[in-house]
């Protein structure tokens, strides 16, 4: 089955600090991985793809096959990265179907 | 564009009743689907469509239907409100096929049902 786990609810860190928002899949076969993120009333909106490995607003992420794991990172946390953020999975498949985590919540200090 | 869009934003119903979440999307998607958010849960497939005549369910379907008439709109039809339907609904549309990956979001609709 196809399962994606954010095993933190909350993260609190402070302006200036290190992120790593944690990300796992399971799915047998070649997945798509995508992050999204929700402001502060603000509607949900994809922030970065697997596929694309790029970096979006100073945050990246690497799909580890071997660990079946996508973890989004930044090196330098700001005030304004403070939302809601959604790992999500796509099956290779023509759909659109997505496969969301439970979200983790980044709170981040001044 | 105006994107995706949602109505009503805002709902409370008492347990029974029944009523319709409006979804609508001027971007040619054919997929479209609902979900909805609850806290620690993250965000759960209600169902989804794959084009206008074709819907399908996802992981929580029961107490909800849907059609696709359109390839514009996609309504999500409670026929019997319950508290545990309480919740924040949102709808989505991307298109399909390979490249075609990022799934465009609604405002969503907070639902209360007492």
């Known amino acids: 089955a196809q399962r994606v786990t954010q095993p933190e609810k909350l993260l609190s860190v402070f302006k200036g600090a290190p992120v790593e928002l944690k990300c796992n899949y399971s799915?047998?076969?070649?997945?798509?991985l995508f992050w999204y993120v929700q402001y502060s009333r603000q509607r949900l909106q994809l922030l970065l793809r697997?596929?694309s490995r790029e970096s979006i607003k100073g945050f990246t992420a690497d799909l580890n096959k071997g660990e079946t794991s996508f973890h989004l990172k930044k090196p330098f946390a700001q005030e304004e990265d403070s939302a809601m953020y959604y790992c999500?999975?796509?099956?290779?498949?023509?759909?659109?179907?997505?496969?969301f985590g439970q979200g983790t919540t980044l709170q981040v200090k001044p | 564009n105006a994107g995706v869009t949602q109505t009503p934003k805002f709902q409370v119903l008492k347990t029974g009743q029944s009523m319709t979440l409006q979804c609508a999307q001027d971007?040619?998607?054919?997929?479209m689907s609902w979900y909805r958010q609850d806290p620690g849960m993250g965000l759960r497939l209600i169902h989804y469509?794959?084009?206008?005549?074709?819907?399908d369910q996802g992981e929580v379907p029961n107490g909800y239907n849907v059609s696709r008439s359109t390839t514009e709109d996609f309504p999500l039809r409670l026929l019997s409100a319950a508290p545990s339907q309480t919740s924040v609904y949102f709808c989505?549309?991307?298109?399909?096929?390979?490249?075609?990956?990022?799934?465009?979001f609604g405002p969503g609709t907070r639902l209360t049902v007492l």
């Open positions: 989505a549309s991307s298109r399909m096929g390979l490249g075609y990956n990022e799934q465009f």
């Open positions: 799915y047998s076969g070649s997945p798509e």
């Open positions: 697997h596929i």
């Open positions: 999500a999975l796509k099956r290779s498949s023509n759909t659109g179907k997505l496969i």
């Open positions: 971007m040619n998607h054919e997929y």
């Open positions: 469509s794959v084009g206008a005549g074709i819907t």
